[in-house]
């Protein structure tokens, strides 16, 4: 096998990761063209003659259904440029669900272009899927689809001309989750509905203090929250949502016509065969060359009010460690739960599953966490998902992404479930701000262990130990110009008492392809649980052009690793919105693939001895490029050469901050 290893590094990527984290645009939709063309299609057939009432009066077509579904999809930048919604409007009209039976009503717009000419970019419209066509039945009088006047007047339309026994209600396009909101209107600066919107798109409806919709679904991220499902309550029987981000695809809609075929239009039903198509979908693997994470799970609304109580009661119980002793082992708990949106080591969503959250706190507050977990599981009617620590509701706990904590906690009061939680949280918050900052000079914490680092220890000081929050350890080495290039980031760290240990089995990540050449790759630890261990792999491709990460997961079954996504870095652009890229970039035969590294170059002070290592000068930036030949693959493996290594540690303190030990020398 040929040896790959770095030959040159290009700076002008640096900007695009920063050290073990993620803060670049994404650049286009996809890893190989910057617009993922869709067939011209038209759905439309025949538009209605008319498109006033007096049209929907007399259409003998028009008695009373079984069920209306209301699609309220947002095209933005997920049509404009990839098309995802023409792709699902085709799913929807193909998917042989019974027009006699169902009515299918769907408020297209928000999207600067349309990859089919049925729907138009001018102006907002109702449609009717019918026959696989799309029939344009109405302009509506607002256009922004941001704003809750929008919502109303399409639920009203549609309620008012599409009698049914039911409804059910869609919301399709990006998601922000509790504290961003949903959709993003290209043509009105991609404003989107908050939760406080949502909310009053509903209530001020002819939906309001009716009978309630069977189902809302968002075909959207990171929407199965509970803080969704305490606003949309008293508007619906079940919530259908994913806590992860969704890939583009989103639902399968092929479902529907398993609904009307066994009559499953109450939320339950409804929500298992959604669920059972979604997850059978991702499964395939067929569109990405691999199965990536996803979550969605249906709720039932009327259990809401006891996952709240459990939720509060735990907030209360916890609100005793609120203060400078105890604050170390909530901000442990907090940095150890699951959360979601996270394509790195960097979390900048912080909304963190309550499942887990609960289970994290079960040996501090055992009754507190157990009805929590209860309720959540009473809740959660079913849950697909092939992760195994997404229980099917999150819940917004900031701590990690300090640049918006501020603004988003002030938002958070409108929606917040309940004021004991919320008080919880704002403390947490506060004390953190509030500890005193220590000067964490590690330049002598030196590591000692194994002469091949099988396991090597650091010793903390009594205050570096109380103000520890978590840690990881990184393996590095040198190219021939002093260069050193991190090839691993890990997180199997324990601490007890005030010694820091950890080991490395020598083994390192590779790309390979169907050449059989293997490229060194630096690998950053995303997620640890009890089941496996996620890491991230940096990487640019096609000419530096996109910025991703390609995500391996490392378990029982793959325990040499295995793709499980590969990721757009993530756009944080409050221009654009700061809501989760879905698009998935599978990388075929004939790409360009240039692994990113995070290096640092040797410094010497005055006296030519070396100074600390956080202060090298960091030097990161895209190594030589490979064109892929075949299937790309991603393993641990050992080097096949012995090498001289450097393994550090890696501390942040409980605000955040990190500093790095000094070194110790190995040889694998």
């Not at 038209?42 to 209301?70: H, V, Y």
């Not at 349309?114 to 696989?132: F, H, M």
Request: proline share 3%; glycine share 8%; hydrophobic share 35%.
């Amino acid at each position: 096998m040929k040896r790959n290893f770095p030959r040159r590094l290009f700076p002008l990527a640096i900007g695009v990761f920063l050290l073990f984290s993620g803060c670049g645009n994404a650049a286009g939709s996809s890893a190989v063209e910057d617009v993922q063309e869709t067939e011209s299609i038209s759905l439309a057939g025949e538009k209605d003659p008319e498109t006033d009432s007096s049209c929907f009066d007399k259409d003998a077509s028009l008695e009373s259904r079984k069920q209306t579904i209301m699609v309220y999809m947002v095209g933005s930048s997920l049509e404009s440029q990839m098309g995802a919604a023409t792709v699902d409007l085709r799913e929807m009209a193909k998917s042989g669900y019974d027009p006699d039976e169902l009515n299918l009503i769907i408020c297209a717009g928000g999207a600067w272009r349309w990859q089919n000419s049925a729907v138009s970019s001018s102006g907002l419209s109702i449609y009717r899927v019918l026959g696989g066509d799309l029939q344009k039945v109405s302009e509506m009088e607002n256009e922004n689809m941001g704003d809750p006047a929008t919502l109303t007047e399409f639920l009203n339309f549609t309620l008012k001309h599409y009698p049914s026994d039911s409804c059910s209600l869609l919301f399709w396009d990006h998601g922000g989750g509790a504290v961003l909101g949903y959709g993003a209107d290209e043509m009105y600066g991609y404003d989107m509905l908050t939760l406080p919107e949502l909310e009053r798109g509903l209530a001020n409806s002819d939906l309001s203090g009716k009978k309630k919709l069977n189902w809302i679904g968002f075909d959207a991220c990171m929407m199965g929250m509970l803080e969704v499902a305490d606003i949309l309550s008293p508007y619906s029987d079940y919530l259908i949502a994913s806590e992860e981000t969704e890939a583009e695809d989103g639902w399968d809609y092929s479902v529907l016509g398993d609904i009307c075929e066994q009559n499953a239009f109450d939320g339950k039903s409804a929500g298992m065969l959604i669920e059972d198509a979604f997850a059978e979908y991702y499964e395939k693997g067929d569109n990405y060359g691999y199965i990536p994470d996803y979550t969605l799970s249906c709720i039932d609304l009327e259990k809401t009010a006891q996952v709240v109580s459990a939720l509060e009661g735990m907030a209360a119980a916890a609100s005793d460690r609120l203060d400078e002793k105890g604050m170390a082992s909530l901000v442990r708990i907090r940095d150890h739960t699951k959360t979601f949106g996270k394509i790195s080591d960097e979390d900048f969503y912080d909304y963190v599953d309550l499942y887990a959250l609960a289970q994290s706190m079960q040996d501090l507050y055992p009754d507190e966490a157990a009805a929590l977990q209860n309720a959540v599981l009473d809740a959660v009617v079913c849950n697909a998902t092939n992760v195994p620590s997404a229980r099917g509701l999150s819940v917004y706990f900031p701590y990690n992404n300090s640049e918006y904590k501020e603004e988003w906690l002030l938002e958070y009061r409108n929606i917040c479930p309940g004021s004991i939680y919320y008080s919880f949280i704002n403390r947490f918050s506060e004390e953190i701000d509030a500890i005193p900052s220590m000067q964490w000079d590690l330049s002598t914490n030196t590591p000692s262990g194994d002469a091949d680092g099988s396991a090597y220890t650091v010793q903390l000081s009594e205050e570096q130990a109380a103000s520890f929050a978590s840690a990881a350890t990184s393996i590095w080495s040198a190219d021939d110009k002093d260069t050193y290039i991190c090839w691993l980031n890990s997180r199997d760290v324990k601490l007890a008492g005030n010694v820091l240990s950890t080991g490395w089995d020598g083994r390192l990540f590779y790309l390979t392809d169907d050449s059989g050449d293997r490229y060194p790759v630096c690998a950053v630890e995303v997620e640890r649980s009890e089941d496996y261990v996620e890491y991230a792999i940096p990487v640019m491709l096609n000419g530096l052009k996109v910025s991703a990460y390609i995500h391996v997961k490392v378990d029982d079954a793959c325990p040499s690793g295995k793709i499980s996504g590969i990721y757009h870095t993530l756009n944080a652009s409050e221009e654009e919105g700061l809501y989760p890229d879905k698009t998935l970039i599978h990388i075929k035969d004939g790409d360009e693939v240039a692994p990113f590294y995070f290096a640092r170059d040797i410094r010497f002070s005055d006296d030519h001895s070396i100074v600390p290592f956080e202060k090298w000068e960091n030097t990161s930036g895209a190594g030589s490029a490979f064109t892929v030949k075949g299937n790309l693959e991603a393993t641990l493996d050992i080097p096949e050469e012995e090498q001289d290594y450097l393994c550090l540690f890696r501390i942040s303190d409980m605000q955040g901050n990190r500093y790095f030990t000094d070194y110790l020398e190995i040889r694998r």
